[in-house]
């Protein structure tokens, strides 16, 4: 089976955006944000709230950048 050109992210069927990943390499990296948010939490959490924040904004963003370059094109859909 070939996975080139299989997008990571499929498109959700309705609503705007991605939904749960499809091939291992989408999982690896929602898993991977996950346990990064996990270690900043542990590490930063109550002491340095911003610094916290800014982590999980920034894991969030490159998420997005991810799922934007390796999902399938967003837009909205309304079911088949």
Same mark, same amino acid.
């Given at each position: &089976? ?9 498109a959700?069927r309705?609503?705007w ?5 499809? =091939? !291992?390499q989408g !999982?690896a =990296? *929602? +898993?991977?944000? #996950? =346990?990064?948010?996990? @270690?900043?939490?542990? =590490?930063? &959490?109550?002491a340095?709230?911003?610094?916290? #924040?800014? +982590?999980? *904004?920034?894991?969030? &963003?490159? *998420?997005?950048? @991810? ?14």
């Amino acid at each position: &089976m070939n996975n080139e050109g299989r997008y990571w992210f499929p498109a959700k069927r309705y609503g705007w955006g991605w939904g749960p990943p499809t =091939v !291992w390499q989408g !999982w690896a =990296v *929602l +898993v991977g944000s #996950l =346990v990064a948010i996990g @270690i900043a939490a542990r =590490v930063l &959490m109550p002491a340095h709230l911003v610094a916290f #924040l800014s +982590v999980v *904004l920034l894991i969030t &963003m490159l *998420l997005l950048l @991810i799922c934007y370059a390796k999902g399938e094109p967003p837009a909205w859909r309304w079911g088949k």
